[in-house]
């Protein structure tokens, strides 16, 4: 069955920067695009970006202001998201999910914690 | 960007009774390829966000065939034909029509 499971969080300070990971598994992976969408506290899902199948086509929300940038490797079966220059206001869980259009999986979410 | 609002915020509904969500998007959800890109998820406590129905009205297996989903362009709903206890949670439709994908603020819903 489709499993996806994100890595890589944790406690960080301000202006630093943290890789995530989503490893996945059960189905072919360089058949899918991926998203990664965060859910910060006492707040609703808040799309982060979006990568294609073969890595060509990436977006990211513009209010990260070129801060994260999402990649794959395919021969790895893995997903990233590379975040810098952290903010207290990037805190949340941030889940993968599968599917360009239909988001139809989702991992079961990392904490990102950005605090002094 | 495509904005979504969605009415209630909150529903606080008995048990065997009906629910319904309204979403409105701020532009068309339908596609020059005749498809529209609308979908529900719904979050329950301590777990990740899961798909109920896909491009408007499609019900992914394994999901209850109470709720449905209805709806054209820019006007869609969520509706739950008798609810259950297991359905609380909060509800939440979604745009990929084009990036960026956008969420509704989230309607709650609750157990009386």
């Known amino acids: 069955q489709v499993q996806l499971v994100e890595s890589g969080g944790g406690v960080v300070q301000p202006g630093k920067s943290l890789r995530l990971s989503c490893s996945a598994s059960?189905?072919?992976?360089?058949?899918?695009?991926f998203h990664w969408v965060r859910h910060a506290p006492g707040k609703g899902l808040e799309w982060v970006a979006v990568?294609?199948?073969?890595?060509?086509?990436?977006y990211s929300a513009d209010s990260l202001r070129g801060r994260f940038i999402i990649s794959r490797d395919n021969s790895k079966n893995t997903l990233y998201l590379q975040m810098n220059s952290l903010r207290d206001e990037d805190t949340a869980i941030y889940y993968c999910?599968?599917?360009?259009?239909?988001?139809?999986?989702w991992g079961q979410g990392i904490l990102v914690t950005v605090s002094s | 960007d495509i904005v979504m609002t969605q009415t209630p915020l909150s529903l606080s509904v008995t048990p065997g009774q009906p629910a319904s969500i309204s979403c409105k998007s701020s532009?068309?959800?339908?596609?020059?390829?005749?498809?529209?890109?609308l979908y529900w998820h719904v979050q329950k406590s301590g777990q990740p966000p899961q798909l109920l129905i896909y491009?408007?009205?499609n019900r992914l297996s394994g999901v209850a065939d109470r709720f449905s989903g209805s709806g054209s362009g820019t006007d869609f709903t969520l509706k739950v034909s008798r609810v259950e206890a297991e359905d609380v949670g909060v509800y939440y439709c979604?745009?990929?029509?084009?990036?960026?994908?956008?969420f509704g603020q989230g309607t709650r819903l609750e157990i009386k």
């Open positions: 999910a599968k599917g360009m259009r239909n988001l139809d999986s």
């Open positions: 059960g189905f072919t992976f360089n058949n899918f695009g």
């Open positions: 990568i294609s199948s073969d890595g060509d086509k990436k």
């Open positions: 532009q068309t959800l339908l596609h020059s390829d005749g498809k529209t890109y």
């Open positions: 491009e408007v009205s």
């Open positions: 979604m745009q990929s029509i084009q990036p960026p994908i956008t």
